[in-house]
């Protein structure tokens, strides 16, 4: 499982800035006035000052040191815009912004993209907020679809929604903030996203209800149909009849009309029956555990089958209304780790190093996470220069809000490579990504769970660990490559060897108590 906290999207879904894709001129140039009249204001208002939001003062703040100056830059960009878009003191409660700036909103897909460098930021009790907003609003009248984007006035953002018949919606939305949801719950140990009824019912109902409504079950995708709604009447006259797809849009791409499945929508979903099989197995319910995690494998296998092109050597993207596969994709397959390790994980990897080295500047949503990506597949060198580009002067809807919580999330899970050990109670993994440009790299007030940590990487050989508060958990201290031994506090200590996602990676576990600091490194 790739060290991230969201996942990729196919074009512009919550926040459609500059480059729209997928809707008709018409229809962008009425939902974007207001944005854009938003955005001029708000660009001089980060500009100038952070009044936009306030930034939690509770616990010391995220801070990151560098030999290497340019990422060091980099980070202080994104600290800094990051939490200009915090806010506390609205009817919703605890939020940021996570759609297109201006809108006062965030939506579900951004949200679950956000959270990995919002909960680095210290601002855990904000996505849980807004999370559990999300859960909440999952209702039978909207066929078991939750709100798309909430405002701060905690009322469904009136740019996507109507009424419950009538409401903007891309189908991996559900399984995207499930995903989410268990993933903070493993960073942040808030037993409330496993036991808070709430998110209970959201879980049992995304993964029953939601996927029978949509037909989305293994057994069942490869051969549904799109539902096409009758335009509103406003619609009508604006558009002259073409067909809505304003809602059950089966993936994160809407530049294609009409299609019935996007491998977004697979890997997602993959992700999440995955999720709900360790929720059940915490539930105690061991039968529906196992369930779960056939249901993850059954997709993971039709990913890697039908939806594998041999003759190109890479996935398909979409099924379309023909239900003939077609396109290509290699981010969304890596990000959630769906495809098989082995060759189709290298032909994914040589496609998306390829593909972020001509990626339309605009279409940000996409970049903003192919660092994590890449270096979570052995690729640091590239990783870097997407954070370096991505916090470049100039670049294309740089104010947009994912940009600069997923260049956080970024450092902290590539540069630093912090995870959190599945299945192992409090235990932190680590792995430099460090390239020959950053001789060391430091990252202080890491929140994870009731702990703050430093890490310390010198170059990929030495890292150090300190549990500057809270209990006392366990490291798991990981270098590329193979070590028999590793020198823990300069005692030779037997290494374990693996693979992980490709790459071959040495590792000793080690206890840090309260306060401690401890040093390993390669001999």
């Known amino acids: 499982m790739i060290r991230s906290a969201s996942m990729l999207c196919r074009s512009l879904t919550c926040g459609l800035g500059f480059a729209p894709v997928g809707r008709s001129a018409r229809r962008n140039a009425r939902r974007h006035a207001t944005d854009v009249r938003n955005l001029l204001v708000l660009s001089l208002v980060i500009a100038s000052t952070s009044l936009l939001g306030q930034p939690p003062e509770a616990a010391p703040q995220l801070q ?185 849009i ?61 003759s190109a050597n890479s996935f398909y993207s979409t099924l379309d209304a023909q239900h003939q596969l077609k396109g290509r994709d290699a981010a969304d397959v890596l990000y959630w780790g769906v495809a098989d390790e082995g060759p189709k994980t290298e032909a994914a990897v040589k496609y998306l190093l390829a593909e972020a080295q001509h990626h339309p500047p605009c279409a940000v949503e996409e970049e903003s996470h192919y660092a994590e990506i890449l270096y979570g597949y052995g690729a640091p060198a590239a990783g870097y220069s997407v954070i370096l580009d991505v916090a470049g002067p100039g670049h294309c809807r740089q104010e947009y809000p994912e940009m600069s919580y997923s260049e956080i999330g970024a450092i902290t899970t590539g540069v630093m490579g912090v995870s959190i050990v599945p299945g192992v109670e409090k235990a932190v993994e680590t792995l430099p990504g460090l390239t020959a440009k950053t001789a060391w790299a430091e990252l202080r007030n890491l929140s994870i769970g009731r702990n703050l940590i430093m890490i310390r990487h010198d170059g990929v050989r030495e890292s150090t660990f300190t549990n500057i508060s809270g209990p006392g958990l366990i490291w798991r201290a990981a270098f590329p490559g193979i070590h028999q031994q590793l020198l823990v506090g300069g005692a030779e200590t037997e290494a374990h060897t693996g693979n992980q996602l490709g790459m071959t990676v040495s590792w000793v576990q080690v206890p840090v108590g309260a306060g401690d600091t401890v040093q390993v490194r390669t001999p």
């Open 64 to 248: 990151f040191s560098s030999s290497d100056q340019q990422l060091v830059q980099a980070f202080n960009w994104a600290k800094k815009q990051a939490l200009a878009y915090a806010f506390a003191g609205d009817p919703v409660g605890l939020w940021y912004e996570a759609a297109l700036p201006g809108r006062e909103a965030f939506c579900m897909r951004d949200v679950s993209h956000q959270s990995m460098g919002a909960q680095a930021l210290g601002l855990a009790d904000y996505t849980f907020n807004m999370l559990r907003h999300f859960a909440a609003e999952i209702s039978a009248s909207r066929d078991w679809c939750s709100y798309w984007e909430i405002d701060r006035e905690n009322k469904p953002a009136p740019v996507d929604y109507e009424n419950d018949s009538t409401f903007w919606y891309n189908l991996p939305a559900n399984f995207d903030v499930l995903d989410a949801s268990y993933r903070m719950y493993l960073w942040t140990g808030d037993i409330r996203y496993i036991d808070d009824p709430v998110f209970d019912n959201f879980y049992d109902r995304t993964m029953n209800e939601y996927v029978k409504r949509w037909s989305l079950a293994p057994d069942t995708i490869m051969s549904r149909q799109r539902w096409l709604l009758p335009l509103t009447a406003e619609e009508a006259r604006e558009e002259r009849g073409e067909s809505s797809f304003r809602r059950g």
């Open 250 to 310: 089966p993936g994160y791409n809407e530049s294609e009309h009409g299609y019935v499945a996007g491998i977004d929508l697979l890997a997602v979903e993959f992700a999440a029956w995955r999720d709900y099989a360790a929720i059940e197995r915490m539930r105690g319910d061991e039968a529906a555990s196992q369930n779960a995690a056939s249901q993850a494998a059954a997709i993971k296998s039709l990913v890697n089958t039908k939806w594998w092109n041999a």
